[in-house]
């Protein structure tokens, strides 16, 4: 059984800084993209970030470009995502997500097949 596993949510005042994490049991995460994706109450599940299989390969949206960084560790099977300079805006649950064979330019969250429960980040003002 596939699971994901987020960690690292929590409230942080806007400029602040949180670090996510995500563990993957049950399958080995070496030839899938990952990435995180993020819903905030009322809106759609919106794409944040993507780490291909080869070394550099990431895509990030607009909206966190410059801001926030994602990384990986196959040997660790983890993922994750450094977010800085917080904003209000980015209050979401962050979810994780792996797309077997797949690469760092999906942003469609059809395009990704395992999905972790999600971890809640709540920026103040």
């Known amino acids: 059984q596939v699971q994901l596993a987020e960690s690292g949510g929590g409230l942080v005042q806007a400029g602040g800084a949180l670090r996510l994490a995500c563990i993957v049991s049950?399958?080995?995460?070496?030839?899938?993209?990952m990435a995180w994706f993020r819903q905030a109450p009322g809106k759609e599940r919106e794409f944040v970030a993507s780490?291909?299989?080869?070394?550099?390969?990431?895509f990030y949206a607009d909206s966190i470009k410059g801001r926030f960084e994602m990384s990986r560790d196959d040997d660790k099977n983890s993922v994750w995502l450094q977010m800085n300079r917080l904003e209000p805006e980015d209050t979401a649950v962050y979810f994780c997500?792996?797309?077997?064979?797949?690469?760092?330019?999906?942003?469609?969250?059809?395009?990704?097949?395992?999905w972790g429960q999600g971890t809640q980040v709540t920026v103040s003002s």
């Open positions: 997500a792996a797309a077997p064979a797949g690469s760092h330019f999906y942003t469609h969250r059809t395009q990704y097949t395992y």
């Open positions: 049950g399958r080995r995460i070496n030839n899938d993209a």
């Open positions: 780490h291909g299989w080869s070394r550099g390969s990431t």
